[in-house]
């Protein structure tokens, strides 16, 4: 009987991995050792996989693994018993060693061949009970060899290597099924070549073995010869019987020497190894070579045979070929760092890495996708994305040549095989043996088949098509693919398609082309059976809105949810326009005017946890604010964009579990370039459907590559829309006059003349019914003969219903059946829920038979007759649209055709106040008369979409009387913007009470062919200057709106145009020249201020007009001056009231919270805020404001500006013919995107800019039509496009990639940064001696630069502050020094831009703060407070916010040094700054520095105060960041002062959960603060478990180079207590406590020097150390120290301190100390005192006593 298995993991490993000197080597590794190499290849695995699993579903694969097992444990039971071990099983080979010694050579070399035919003897032709036949040929070698081991903490891995290999793999491929091969060299050292007998190989160096022993005669050679090739014949015809399973069918081969220990070989032998008990080291390190599956059914002690199965999986196949080397060092480092590369990108993915193999053609890593444990519904997807990455990874690795990976996907047998003593988890199969086939095939190449293509549900462009090639073994590959992966505030309100009142006309086959797509793709939503796009291409006037609008009802009819966006010009110069558009729509956040509303819906949507961790991506397309995931951080642009759309199509996918979704666009020739690869994703997920309609493309705008691909797939359905037939005429005729009948000479006109083109026939109808050639009349009141009228069907002239005005509910639109955006009407801006809350209402109305809509005045109805004595025939028709259009301006009044001419310059849409610009010598009461005539003739239409009723009934909206569509073709016509009392004043006084329509703001063209046509009236020339005063007018508008200030988006950089240097003056904004141009054409003047209260009172989507708020800020000073004698006084008024130097500064903050503020120069000191109280009412002069009265950050609308006029800016200057400008303006978007955080759109506009300067450097022109031959964008603006691009990124948290723009930046303007460290050190000292000759000698060098490096200056100066930020990250401390000595050189030279001053000095005084040099940290500051009173004399918002923003580094740098009072100042100062602006980042940044600066002078009411604005102003932004600092402040009460905010027990929960926080995946020192805080409320408690769990936890995760902060060394000192207190547990447990001395003795090294960063720190570290002498019974030093702690808290104000100390001090040296005094801090945090209570408690009583060994 054989003894028990002891060591179950070693059978699952080789010999090799067990030997002791294997087991204790620092990975990786490799050994040489001499050995005899066995490779056996396996034949008919795989199609016995197949037999069984198709034979016997019910016990096919349990059949299937003894089957497996008994044979392969037949051949390793011959390898055991020969003392061989066997290293590895890979699917249906393995291969096998014998270690050689010199001395026993010969035997063991006799001993492998015996054992070679052996298994050939027992195991060929072994048969199975399906009729496989089981085969295996053998490959032997012998050589010198190397073993590597390789891995990490989870996973090792053993990899063989040598020649020897290499020629064990080569014998093997010499061999046939039951052959044995030796290599030239076993040959060579084989002894008794007599006792062999061989066949030399065709090379004539390889020997196939017959036999060993007597050599036979010669006709039993040949007697042998003929029975092994019937054999073979007999299994490949099929010739043979079957016999019983399990048998062998015995080759005549001679009997073997029979020696003793042939004998013993042959009778086997035990595997030692397994019959040991492993020691714990051993079972430790075997556990990493087994795979996770196994390992998880030996724990849980679990048959293995239970892991054996037919099971669906992604096979991966990578092979790696490494540059040669000879050093075995650089082998295993490179073995090693592929194996990390695998490793890590395989398990991210849910993949389990299964072998190792090396070979002459490199190495080779099987990894399996979908085993036990780790299966996904993404299998598919996981392997090729991890594939893809480990691609890129791999052949950026140097040493690497080449990698080729080979996936597969399908069923194949996965389990343990092999013998009991010796087996491994393989997978074998068809699909295992193509993905090897396939990597070696397709080299350099990840290479898939049609299985994983078709699964992973990629999209089809991630793919390329890939030459088939003849693989061994593999029949019908099918197409096989390579893997490419894409080798790729306030939101605006998108546009929906337009409604239209009547039924569509004679498209019933191109809607049921779409329609049976749709029902194809509901019907089987995974498949490609249907087409994903249809498109709807069609000439401007064909109708193909119209045609979308009735798709849109229909497909709501079959269930589908509808989503239906329209374009405009204006879109697609807007970056991500599209996409962010149909997201908006999908998750119904359409008008959500906070980040917060938007982060709301997009939660309730997105209930899976692995999309919600992705949710920071879409930050920058929808303008939230979710908290960074850490692995996005360091990623590369490319790659998050990858990451981008990948979770767009999941977010999309969650949507189509409950329903079908169809995307209906229309001009989708206006979609933007970055959104055309969400569409192809989008196409590309199950389900979703995209219906387009668009125009050919034209030479202004040519398809991108990614709209070429989308437009080119297979699944695209191409659609042509022509002309209606002629018998459609009468009812289109009928539709567009609104009549029952029409004259059939009408008909027979539009039928000849319109070439069934619907715009035409509008166009027509509409000239001859305002010529009066035919007229709309009551049936009643004529006496027309119904001869010759014509009457068609009732269903084609039925509306739907609300289509009548008179319902109270609006249409889709109130024009007729044709392309509205084309020909008529533009489209009504809509809601997308709105619209489709009202679809669904038509949707219903179509199935209901009873419910029908009839709008006729009365029974007989409206019909259309020609006008008495008018011949239609006669009438001169012009043969074109184009033609007839012209004809029709040519029939307007000159002043008219001025208008509309004008207003085409300015595209579809348009506002009244910017036409009034550029009309020549306009006068506004003309203009507005033109205006009327030209709506009523309905040329133009009031652009402000309708609202619902009541708000409706609330706007002065003039409605026709009459619901006809000819009435209102008549004069009657609708607006729906809101009247103010400045129009009405206008209108009384301009005496236009009889103009019903003089407030219309917002215009469009009802036909964007008048508007084509109109702009091709002008000349060149005409057309340029015109743009030109267009864009001109647009300047005016592009800055922040008037709620951020209006100030520029980049302080001063509309100063720097055109090539033309102006040294940048900050001042207030006032209106431009073009401004007094208005006015001084006549009439009044359209103000922007009023501009700017229309734009914001109507309900309009400011996308799509060019207007946006401009304020003209004055300050007033002390005085009540205006800013033109501010030079003259000493103080300029901004706004926020004082903080004195006492105590109850924070009770006068709360008294005068209503006044103004103003700066003052006798205020400053390091100790003392210099914001002081003026009473408002008294300072503030005539009608002058201060700028703080008007600012109000909450509503900021700069978003919608920077979509509004920017994109018309540029697309002006463009067609101005501008380069220089529309370089400067794309520079400008791409600040002002940055400056709103829309880095996705910055960068857009930034790539375009440069774009246009790489075309302009190669010598061509980007704009062709420039006249300018001297085109020059200098430095300065190529160096603004660098930085731009560097601050975009820097925002998305790639710091590293930032780095190179701003570095790039720098090197442009002159300024190159050496990366050398002696470099570093000479610029410091160069700086240095620039800066000390700044403070020597201010006149000659501050302020002294000339106007051109003056601008240049500034923008080093920006650049320099990132990259100091970015030093200051990596904890590079000298470089971060000669950034910020250079960024004050450069600010002080150029002395003009506040911001980037104040930001300098900022910079330098945390540098001094680094370097430990606070006197000159204290100069800085005294000098940046000087700066914001001597600076300019007019302080714009930007330059409050910067004031803000010193105060607040200010308050915190005051309280790192100790003083006390003027942190609290200082951060008063900056709150009251926040408060007034609204600006709540900032307020989030004051609140911590300074609720902590008033818990230590002990203020406890003013510090709560503030915690809990901190909590609300949290929690109202949804900031989980500050949440964490509000809780940090709540743990400081419990810990320091003894009482409650929040409960412990919440306060506890919250520190739990923080864990597992997302928002501090970046920023942790919130979550490690909070870490000691709980490690010391639990050690303070004596619950040491708890204690020490919180405390390993913070070894884990804090940092090893953490920059030093003040929170940072604060939670040094939490950890230091917790020593403490576990050093007086162990004294008092009678121990020494000398390993928690000698870690208590190192965190006092490093926080002595620590504590020179934070002198405030300093008295904490002095009662701490009292309390380490106390433990060391030093009494007497103790003391000493212990009161040299109360008088530096006394001297510092450091009242906490202070308070505790006296109460140690007492505790500890009192002998009249009450016994209870230890007890008062637990009682009250146990019955969580309440703060109200705790002020009138002693506040030396409620403190924790430090607890002494000897105290009880």
């Not at 400056?1235 to 930034?1246: I, K, M, P, R, V």
């Amino acid at each position: 009987m054989l003894p028990q298995v002891q060591n179950q993991l070693a059978t699952h490993v080789p010999d090799l991995v067990l030997a002791p000197s294997s087991l204790d080597r620092q990975l990786p590794f490799s050994q040489r050792l001499e050995g005899m190499l066995m490779f056996a290849d396996i034949s008919g695995f795989t199609a016995l996989c197949e037999k069984y699993s198709l034979s016997s579903r019910s016990n096919g694969t349990d059949k299937l693994s003894k089957t497996l097992n008994d044979y392969l444990g037949a051949i390793v039971e011959n390898i055991i018993g020969s003392e061989g071990d066997v290293l590895k099983f890979a699917g249906d080979a393995f291969i096998a060693l014998w270690r050689v010694q010199r001395d026993t050579l010969d035997n063991t070399i006799i001993r492998v061949i015996k054992c070679a035919l052996r298994i050939q003897e027992k195991c060929d032709n072994w048969n199975t009970d399906v009729g496989v036949r089981l085969r295996v040929k053998i490959g032997l070698s012998i050589g010198p060899m190397q073993v590597t081991y390789i891995g990490n903490d989870e996973c090792q891995q053993v990899a063989l290597s040598s020649t020897a290999v290499d020629d064990a793999n080569q014998a093997e491929k010499f061999a046939q099924p039951g052959d044995i091969i030796l290599s030239p060299k076993v040959w060579a050292y084989a002894p008794d070549h007599d006792l062999c007998h061989i066949e030399k190989m065709s090379d004539n160096k390889h020997i196939r073995v017959i036999s060993y022993g007597l050599p036979p005669p010669e006709e039993d050679l040949l007697g042998l010869a003929k029975q092994q090739e019937l054999q073979a014949n007999a299994i490949s015809g099929a010739l043979l019987g079957i016999s019983s399973p399990g048998k062998r069918v015995t080759s005549p081969r001679k009997k073997m020497v029979d020696d003793k220990e042939a004998k013993i070989d042959e009778k086997g032998r035990l595997r030692p190894a397994v019959f040991r008990p492993p020691s714990k080291k051993e079972k430790e390190v075997l556990r990493k070579y087994v795979i996770k599956p196994v390992l998880k059914k030996i724990e849980d002690g679990q048959p293995l045979e239970y892991l054996s199965e037919m099971r669906q999986v992604s096979v991966v196949f990578i092979n790696i070929i490494f540059v040669p080397t000879k050093d075995a060092e650089d082998t295993n480092n490179n073995l090693q760092h592929a194996f990390n590369i695998i490793y890590s990108n395989c398990r991210q993915f849910r993949g389990c890495l299964n072998k190792i193999f090396m070979f002459d053609k490199g190495c080779t890593f099987l990894v399996i996708y979908g085993l036990p444990g780790d299966k996904h519904e993404e299998d598919c997807a996981h392997a090729l994305k991890s594939s893809h990455v480990t691609l890129d990874q791999l052949k950026a690795t140097p040493l690497v040549s080449q990698v080729s990976i080979g996936v597969t996907t399908g069923s194949s047998f996965c389990g343990v095989v092999g013998h009991k003593h010796r087996h491994e988890y393989t997978v074998i199969g068809r699909k295992v043996n193509m993905a090897a086939r396939l990597m070696m095939h397709y080299p350099d190449k990840l290479s898939c088949d049609p299985e994983t293509f078709h699964h992973s549900k990629q999209p089809r462009h991630f793919f390329k098509e890939l030459p088939h090639k003849e693989m061994k073994g593999v029949r019908n590959p099918g197409t096989i693919h390579e893997y490419l992966e894409g080798s790729e505030n306030n939101m605006s309100v998108p546009l929906t398609v337009t409604e239209f009142e009547f039924p569509i006309l004679g498209r019933e086959k191109e809607i049921e082309e779409c329609m049976l797509q749709l029902r194809k793709m509901k019907e089987n939503p995974k498949g490609s059976t249907y087409s994903n796009i249809v498109i709807y291409d069609g000439e401007s006037g064909i109708g193909k809105t119209r045609m979308l609008d009735a798709i849109i009802i229909e497909a709501m009819n079959e269930g589908v949810r509808v989503l239906p966006l329209a374009l405009t010009i204006n879109d697609h110069n807007t970056p991500y326009y599209t996409v962010r558009s149909l997201i908006q729509m999908l998750m119904e956040m359409e008008g959500c005017q906070s980040h917060v509303e938007r982060e709301h819906i997009l939660l309730k949507h997105t209930q899976n946890e692995s999309i919600r961790e992705d949710l920071c991506l879409l930050n920058d397309l929808l303008m939230i604010k979710m908290p960074n995931n850490p692995k996005f951080v360091m990623m590369n642009i490319v790659k998050q964009n990858k990451e981008l759309r990948s979770l767009l199509m999941r977010i999309v996918s969650q949507f189509t579990t409950e329903h079908s979704i169809l995307f209906v666009i229309d001009d989708a020739h206006y979609i933007d370039k970055d959104s055309w690869d969400f569409l192809a994703d989008l196409t590309q997920t199950p389900q979703v459907m995209c219906v387009l309609s668009m125009r050919p493309f034209t030479k202004e705008y040519q398809p991108s590559a990614s709209a070429k691909g989308v437009l080119s797939g297979k699944r695209v359905v191409k659609i042509r829309l022509r002309g209606l037939k002629s018998d459609q005429m009468a009812s289109l005729a009928c539709q567009l006059l609104d009549v029952k009948r029409v004259p059939i000479e009408l008909v027979k006109l539009l039928k000849e003349r319109s070439q069934g083109v619907p715009s035409w026939c509008e166009q027509l109808t509409r000239e001859m019914l305002s010529e009066g050639h035919i007229q709309v009349v009551s049936h009643s009141n004529t006496i027309s003969k119904e001869a010759n009228q014509v009457s068609p069907s009732s269903e084609a002239i039925q509306k739907r219903r609300g289509s009548d005005g008179s319902s109270g509910s609006y249409s889709r639109s109130r024009r007729g059946s044709l392309d509205v955006k084309d020909t008529g009407s533009l489209k009504t801006p809509v809601l997308g829920t709105q619209l489709l809350e009202r679809l669904q209402d038509i949707a219903e109305s179509t199935n209901d038979d009873d419910d029908t809509y009839d709008d006729d005045l009365n029974e007989e109805g409206m019909i259309c007759i020609v006008t008495p004595d008018v011949v239609l025939a006669n009438l001169p028709v012009p043969n074109s649209m184009k033609g007839m259009l012209m004809a029709r301006i040519d029939r307007m009044k000159p002043s008219e055709q001025m208008v509309v001419k004008c207003a085409a310059i300015l595209g579809i849409t348009f506002t009244r106040a910017m036409l009034e610009v550029i009309v020549p010598n306009c006068n506004i009461r003309k203009l507005r008369r033109s205006l009327q005539t030209l709506m009523q003739t309905h040329v133009f239409e009031c652009a402000t979409p309708p609202s619902d009723v009541a708000h409706t009934q609330r706007l002065n909206i003039k409605f026709s009387s009459q619901q006809g569509y000819a009435n209102r073709m008549k004069g009657q016509i609708e607006c729906h913007c809101m009247q103010t009392e400045d129009d009405e004043i206008q209108d009384r006084e301009g005496s236009f009470q009889c103009l019903p329509v003089t407030g219309c703001k917002f215009l469009r063209f009802c036909s964007t062919l008048m508007q084509e046509t109109a702009y091709g009236l002008f000349l060149i020339n005409q057309r340029r200057t015109l743009h030109e005063e267009s864009a001109i007018y647009l300047e005016s508008q592009a800055h922040k709106c008037k709620h951020c200030g209006g100030g520029d988006f980049i302080p001063g950089h509309h100063s720097e145009t055109g090539g033309k240097t102006e040294k940048i003056h900050r001042t207030t904004f006032s209106t431009t020249s073009i401004t007094s141009r208005r006015g001084a054409v006549g009439g009044k003047t359209s103000t922007d201020e009023k501009f700017t209260q229309e734009v914001s009172r109507q309900n309009m989507p400011l996308n799509k007009v060019g207007v946006s708020p401009k304020l003209g800020l004055a300050l007033t000073t002390t005085e009540g001056t205006t800013v033109g004698d501010v030079g003259q006084k000493k103080t300029a008024k901004i706004g926020a009231s004082d903080v004195k130097e006492t105590k109850e500064g924070e009770n006068a903050f709360n008294q005068r919270k209503g006044r103004s503020m103003s700066l003052r120069k006798s205020s400053i000191s390091s100790q003392l805020s210099i914001i002081s109280v003026d009473d408002s009412s008294e300072n503030r002069g005539g009608n002058n404001e201060s700028i703080l009265e008007v600012i109000d950050m909450r509503e900021c609308e700069c978003p919608l500006i920077l979509n509004t006029v920017y994109p018309q800016l540029v697309r002006h200057w463009r067609a101005a013919a501008n380069t220089e400008k529309t370089i400067h303006f794309l520079a400008e978007a791409g600040s002002a995107a940055v400056s709103t955080d829309n880095n996705l759109q910055a960068l857009s506009y930034l790539n375009e800019a440069q774009d246009l300067i790489r075309t302009l450097d190669a010598g061509e022109k980007p704009l062709c039509d420039d006249v300018n031959e001297n085109i020059n964008v200098n430095k300065y603006e190529r160096a603004h496009v660098e930085s731009t691009m560097g601050q975009a990124i820097f925002q998305m948290g790639r710091y590293d990639e930032s780095k190179i723009h701003f570095l790039s930046a720098l090197r442009i303007l002159g300024n190159r940064q050496r990366n050398v460290l002696i470099l570093t050190r000479f610029k410091i000292m160069l700086e240095g001696i620039k800066q000390f000759a700044h403070r020597k000698f201010p006149n000659c060098f501050i302020g002294r630069a000339s106007s051109e490096v003056s601008n240049i200056y500034v923008e080093q100066a920006r650049c320099l502050s990132y990259l100091w930020q970015i030093y200051l990250k990596k904890n590079d401390k000298l470089r971060a020094l000669s950034s910020a000595l250079q960024q004050l050189n450069r600010a002080e030279s150029s002395d003009d831009d506040l911001h980037e001053l104040i930001t300098a000095y900022r910079s330098i005084m945390e540098c001094c703060q680094l370097f430990q040099w606070p006197r000159l940290g204290d100069f800085y500051e005294r000098m940046a407070m000087r700066r914001c009173i001597e600076g300019p004399g007019t302080f714009g918002p930007d330059d409050v916010i910067t004031v803000g923003h010193l105060y607040s580094s200010s308050s915190n740098l005051r309280l790192g040094n100790g003083r006390l009072q003027g942190a609290i100042d200082a951060g008063y100062s900056a709150l009251r700054i926040a408060k007034r602006l609204h600006n709540i980042d900032l307020e989030l940044a004051a609140l911590p520095t300074l609720a902590q600066a008033l818990l230590q002078a002990n203020r406890l009411t003013p510090c709560v105060e503030n915690l809990e604005a901190l909590r609300y102003a949290a929690d109202e932004e949804e900031n989980n960041v500050s949440v964490g600092w509000y809780f940090c402040g709540c743990m400081d009460l419990l810990l320091e002062a003894g009482f409650t905010l929040e409960d412990h027990n919440t306060c506890i929960d919250y520190c739990t959960r923080a864990m597992s926080e997302k928002a501090f995946s970046v920023d942790t020192t919130p979550r490690l603060y909070l870490i000691t805080c709980l490690a010391l409320w639990y050690s303070r408690k004596g619950n040491w478990e708890k204690a020490s769990r919180w405390m390993e936890m913070y070894d884990e995760l804090a940092p090893h180079h953490q920059r030093s902060t003040l929170v940072t060394v604060q939670s040094n000192f939490k950890v230091l207590e917790c020593r403490l207190l576990h050093v007086c547990r162990a004294l008092k447990e009678g121990g020494s406590g000398r390993q928690e001395n000698a870690q208590v003795d190192k965190i006092f090294s490093k926080l002595k020097s620590k504590v020179k960063l934070f002198p405030v720190l300093k008295p904490r570290l002095m009662h701490l150390r009292a309390y380490r002498l106390m433990l060391d019974n030093q009494r007497t030093k103790a003391q000493k120290v212990l009161q040299t702690c109360i008088d530096l808290s006394k001297q510092r104000a450091l009242a906490i301190e202070e308070h505790w100390a006296k109460h140690s001090c007492t505790y500890w040296f009192d002998p009249k100390c009450p016994k209870t005094l230890s007890s008062h801090w637990l009682q009250s945090v146990e019955k969580d005192l309440d703060w109200h209570s705790a002020r009138n408690l002693d506040a030396t009583m409620v403190k924790y006593s430090l607890p002494l060994p000897y105290i009880k």
